[in-house]
């Protein structure tokens, strides 16, 4: 299978910060390929190169086959973007707005009102069509930035960030939508803080930090090379105090979350012992439990050592 | 290919007479301006309005092409809109010549006000409609680039205010448009001389006044041109270091 995409030694430099420091990795034709790293690792940058808007400082890359620094116009044809801000232009309608960019990427003039009307129809925008992008809702303006980005078919999506800020259900509507461009074999390359998202899009994820590759591989693999303790997961009657806490710190590293007990453990036997004494001494009854192993957001811990949900934070904080 | 090219500039216009420029408070504005603007010139100094007409012609030039056209690429660039034009398979230098032409075409409007009011109402008299037609454009493109340069070399929207306050009112008390650029003391009839406002009002004042020879016409037409090539090459130069 032919690489989609292929970074060979790319970097870029901002003066005397290294922003992107000759990261290579290839990304196979019709996979999702999760891009990860903390606020500033040069994920944006790395994109941003990619598309061709900066130019790399070092190091080649190419895109569809084509060289971003020599061929960047046969790129920006062949890849479709949607950047981290839905920013179409909000005094056009949202016809205009997918008819405007059609036209700036040369799709048929006779292609032209079909095509528009296809994407309206599967965006489920149709009602929306004469709005003003400006007027539209968080949700919806996504949805359009993503319709723009397809409008030419391009067979490489780029997305940053693409559910950021979405409500939950805008959000579920997307990731569904990505899956469907992978059935498509259309390959998408994709930045998100929401690690259990890459989880479940990405055939393989990369992981950035401070510039640098730290790990390419599939999300299961890159788990089971991180795996930690088993973790054990139980929902209480009444909400634990710290003196269950102590009671149970042999069994491993307890943590409260409201009425759960949460216990990194080394033996689930052990622990779930320690933690039926603990109960029944105290008259307290279990509502819920269960165990599973680190999650590749904890996986994501351990290599950054960034919490994904301060990440998140940092993001939100400077919209 | 060149065809991909032109049509990008021809969207990237049009794109922006619907979005911004064509709008009811900017084409009432358009039209307003140069009536305000002759209406006070008329009750101020009710003689001589042909001789100045040429002059009112360049300000409401500069003012149409400028007010707009710094505002919306600064504004473009401020909400990411502009990235999604340099996402495009179009070049850096079409991208600009739609944004130039955009305040080309406001500016024409303006401008096509205030010489229908200086030929109506002021007696104006052109005597060469097509000397007078490709100074009136080459003005709008040359200060059109002017604005483009202004926006592509700040970050925010009042910068691109103030920036180009720097150049449209010096233009318009250097250049000739109220006082004759040779009554004026010689280290100003310098300054004068090296802004390009100071060429098209001397060729619209030649043009109306019958003065105007076809050597001096060609000299002011090279004259504005390459002021519009210099702008539109630094302009493209900005744009693209800031990619880098």
């Known amino acids: 299978m032919m690489d989609a995409i292929a970074l060979q030694g790319l970097t870029k430099n901002y003066g005397s910060l290294t922003a992107v420091d ?30 061709g ?21 046969e790129v920006k044809r062949r890849v479709g973007v949607v950047p981290e801000a839905s920013n179409l232009y909000d005094e056009l309608s949202v016809w205009d707005n997918l008819l405007f960019t059609s036209r700036l990427y040369h799709v048929p003039k006779d292609e032209l009102p079909g095509r528009v009307r296809n994407l309206l129809e599967t965006f489920k925008l149709h009602e929306r069509r004469d709005t003003k992008f400006g007027k539209l809702s968080k949700g919806l303006k996504r949805r359009v930035v993503i319709a723009a980005a397809l409008v030419h078919n391009p067979r490489i999506v780029f997305m940053d960030e693409p559910t950021s800020g979405l409500d ?25 803080h929401y690690i259990e998202e890459a989880d479940q899009l990405a055939d393989r994820v990369a992981i950035i930090v401070e510039g640098k590759i730290i790990v390419v ?103 | 290919m060149l065809v991909d090219e032109l049509r990008g500039i021809y969207y990237i216009l049009l794109k922006d007479l619907k979005a911004y420029y064509f709008k009811p408070p900017n084409i009432s504005w358009g039209i307003l301006f140069p009536l305000v603007l002759a209406l006070a010139f008329s009750l101020r100094n009710p003689s001589g309005l042909a001789e100045l007409a040429p002059g009112l012609i360049a300000m409401a030039a500069v003012f149409g092409t400028t007010s707009m056209e710094a505002i919306v690429i600064t504004f473009e660039r401020r909400t990411g809109a502009l990235e999604r034009l340099l996402l495009a398979p179009i070049s850096i230098k079409s991208i600009l010549m739609g944004k130039i032409l955009g305040g080309t075409v406001f500016g024409f409007m303006i401008t096509g006000v205030m010489t229908l009011i200086s030929v109506l109402f002021f007696n104006m008299k052109i005597q060469s409609s097509l000397w007078f037609s490709l100074i009136i454009a080459l003005t709008l493109l040359t200060l059109s680039s002017l604005g483009a340069l202004v926006a592509v070399s700040v970050k925010e929207v009042f910068e ?85």
Request: charged share 20%.
């Open chain 1, 22 to 51: 000759h990261i290579s990795f290839n990304v196979e034709e019709g996979e999702v390929f999760g891009f990860l790293g903390p606020n500033g690792a040069g994920k944006t940058t790395t994109i941003r190169m990619l598309v």
């Open chain 1, 53 to 73: 808007l900066t130019t790399p400082s070092d190091g080649s890359a190419t895109v569809a086959g084509y060289d971003i620094i020599g061929d960047i116009v």
């Open chain 1, 168 to 192: 939950v259900v805008s959000a579920m509507s997307l990731r569904r939508l990505i899956r469907d461009l992978r059935m498509e074999d259309i390959t998408v390359f994709l930045t998100t």
């Open chain 1, 217 to 319: 591989d599939t999300p299961e693999s890159i788990k089971q090379s991180f795996r930690g303790e088993p973790v054990l997961e139980a929902h209480l009657s009444r909400i634990p105090d710290n003196s269950m806490i102590r009671e149970l710190e042999p069994a491993g590293r307890v943590e409260l979350r409201g009425d759960m007990v949460r216990i990194e453990v080394e033996s689930l036997t052990e622990a779930i012992e320690s933690l039926s004494r603990m109960v029944s001494q105290r008259g307290i009854q279990i509502t819920d439990v269960n165990t599973h192993h680190p999650s590749l957001e904890e996986a994501f811990v351990a290599v950054t050592g960034v919490s994904p949900e301060l990440m998140r934070i940092e993001k939100e904080g400077r919209r």
């Open chain 2, 160 to 244: 691109a205010q103030t920036l180009s306050n720097y150049f449209r009112f010096p233009m318009i008390f250097l250049c000739g448009v109220f006082i004759p650029v040779s009554s004026m003391p010689q280290p100003l009839q310098v300054v004068a001389y090296l802004l390009p406002l100071t060429y098209s009002v001397e060729a619209l004042r030649s043009i109306t006044l019958g003065t105007s020879s076809v050597l001096n016409m060609l000299m002011y037409t090279m004259i504005l041109g390459l002021y519009f090539l210099a702008f539109s090459f630094i302009s493209n130069w900005l744009m693209k270091r800031s990619l880098r």
